[in-house]
T-cell receptor, first 115, second 117 residues
Framework: AQKVTQAQTEISVVEKEDVTLDCVYETRDTTYYLFWYKQPPSGELVFLIRRNSFDEQNEISGRYSWNFQKSTSSFNFTITASQVVDSAVYFCALSGANTGNQFYFGTGTSLTVIP | GAVVSQHPSWVICKSGTSVKIECRSLDFQATTMFWYRQFPKQSLMLMATSNEGSKATYEQGVEKDKFLINHASLTLSTLTVTSAHPEDSSFYIC?????????????FGPGTRLTVT
């Protein structure tokens, strides 16, 4: 079974603080892909990152960084020096090669950055 | 980059009427498109998988006679909500898989907000 768990429903931080959004996944596929999307109030999903199961290297993109650990089935997302524009709902998603590459989304984490 | 459009971006209809939502891949061909529904403050739930030239595959609990999906070409899939009711009010998002890319290359449309009065 494919499942993505985002235990943090809502997070509030003060601007310039760092924040980490947690994502834990379950899959039986050996080949799978993990994603993070940002959904601002407009509703349109904004693609942030894709990581395949064979690449456990952490990635940094500006203020964003991702920590992928297969040993704990986690793919956490950290925003450094948060800004008000980071306020949005963030979704972690899983896509497995053996399930038609269907996307399984977590329940999302609503991030509010307070100025 | 790959772009998926949806039309309309928002629609208000009266209870009992039908409404059609279009999903287009603008610069690539999509053999497979997916339709999702998102209620306020909830996650995206897959409704159906649409394959060009064949019948759509619906997820459990989704009424195929109520949510008609047609994928008539490699760039267009439509979702028709028939006899809409207020409980069908939701945000509908489509995604398209690029036929030339690996399976994980899916691109999401901007969504359509449906309000049934």
């Amino acid at each position: 079974a494919q499942k993505v768990t985002q235990a943090q429903t809502e997070i509030s931080v003060v601007e310039k603080e760092d924040v980490t959004l947690d994502c834990v996944y379950e899959t039986r596929d050996t080949t799978y892909y993990l994603f993070w999307y940002k959904q601002p109030p407009s509703g349109e999903l904004v693609f942030l990152i894709r990581r395949n199961s064979f690449d456990e290297q952490n990635e940094i993109s500006g203020r964003y960084s991702w920590n992928f650990q297969k040993s704990t089935s986690s793919f956490n997302f950290t925003i450094t020096a948060s800004q008000v524009v980071d306020s949005a709902v963030y979704f972690c998603a899983l896509s497995g090669a053996n399930t038609g590459n269907q996307f399984y989304f977590g329940t999302g984490t609503s991030l509010t950055v307070i100025p | 980059g790959a772009v998926v459009s949806q039309h309309p971006s928002w629609v208000i209809c009266k209870s009992g009427t039908s409404v059609k939502i279009e999903c287009r891949s603008l610069d690539f061909q999509a053999t497979t498109m997916f339709w999702y529904r998102q209620f306020p403050k909830q996650s995206l739930m897959l409704m159906a998988t649409s394959n060009e030239g064949s019948k759509a595959t619906y997820e459990q609990g989704v009424e195929k006679d109520k949510f008609l999906i047609n994928h008539a070409s490699l760039t267009l899939s439509t979702l028709t909500v028939t006899s809409a009711h207020p409980e069908d009010s939701s945000f509908y998002i489509c995604s398209a898989r690029d036929r030339t890319a690996l399976g994980y290359e899916q691109y999401f449309g901007p969504g359509t907000r449906l309000t049934v009065t």
